[in-house]
């Protein structure tokens, strides 16, 4: 549907609370949320399920403990900040403020993860592309679906890891993932995703035991890893 709530206090802060949130005709969300707050902000004290658009049309914050889940696209206006605990999205990103959720988790189809913003811990379930150079001050983990870089460079400052389905996808030669941190396979089959690009790792290496059919790293073709730490040590375990 079209329905939208608008969150447009003029004098005072707002908060969102929901007992029973959801996505579903059983639990609580909204359809459109547009915040307009120009009081103070918005904070969201639990979850929430937004299950159409989210747009944030004044120079205002959202933020709090909860997580927000969004199910189409997000716009922010300049000067607005989004600092939520919290933000899954499964549209595309149209960010004019700042935006450095605690973590932000992308669950869509193709989405272009858009560059430049202030990543803080990042989490993949989607098929996600990178647009341009990104940068993470926290972990990335892609606990399904697919991380294409795109022909892009990615920076962790954290540690990487796949899990469960998720896999890694290196298929061009401009492709390059530095960590600092360690950088764990431990999810689906790599066999022809990581076939080019550079992944650099400032930790240890280690890909989980697994199948003969379903190897959770297996690079070929000019892929390369680039084991730089600069002060310590570093082991390999396969």
């Known amino acids: 549907g079209t329905h939208r709530v608008v969150l447009n206090s003029p004098g005072a802060p707002q908060t969102v609370n929901f007992q029973d949130p959801g996505s579903t005709t059983s639990d609580s969300h909204f359809q459109d949320l547009e915040i307009a707050n120009t009081g103070g902000g918005v904070t969201f004290a639990t979850n929430a399920f937004v299950n159409g658009a989210r747009s944030i049309t004044s120079a205002t914050t959202a933020s709090g403990p909860g997580t927000v889940i969004v199910a189409g696209d997000l716009t922010t206006a300049a000067g607005s900040a989004v600092t939520v605990t919290g933000l899954n999205l499964a549209g595309a990103m149209a960010v004019s403020g700042s935006l450095s959720p605690g973590t932000t988790t992308f669950t869509g189809a193709g989405q272009s993860i858009q560059p430049g913003l202030a990543y803080v811990n990042m989490t993949v379930t989607g098929t996600p592309l990178a647009s341009g150079a990104t940068a993470l001050s926290g972990n990335l983990t892609i606990s399904g679906g697919t991380l294409n870089l795109n022909g892009q460079v990615v920076t962790v400052a954290g540690t990487f890891a796949t899990s469960g389905t998720g896999t890694l996808t290196m298929q061009n030669p401009a492709d390059r993932l530095t960590v600092s941190g360690n950088v764990t396979f431990n999810g689906g089959n790599t066999n022809t995703l990581l076939t ?43």
Do not use: I, M, Y
């Open 196 to 238: 080019a690009g550079v992944l650099e790792v400032g930790g240890d290496f280690s890909q989980a035991s697994c199948c003969t059919s379903s190897p959770h790293f297996a690079a070929s073709g000019t892929h390369r890893v680039v084991l730089n730490s600069p002060g310590a040590p570093q082991t390999v375990n396969f």
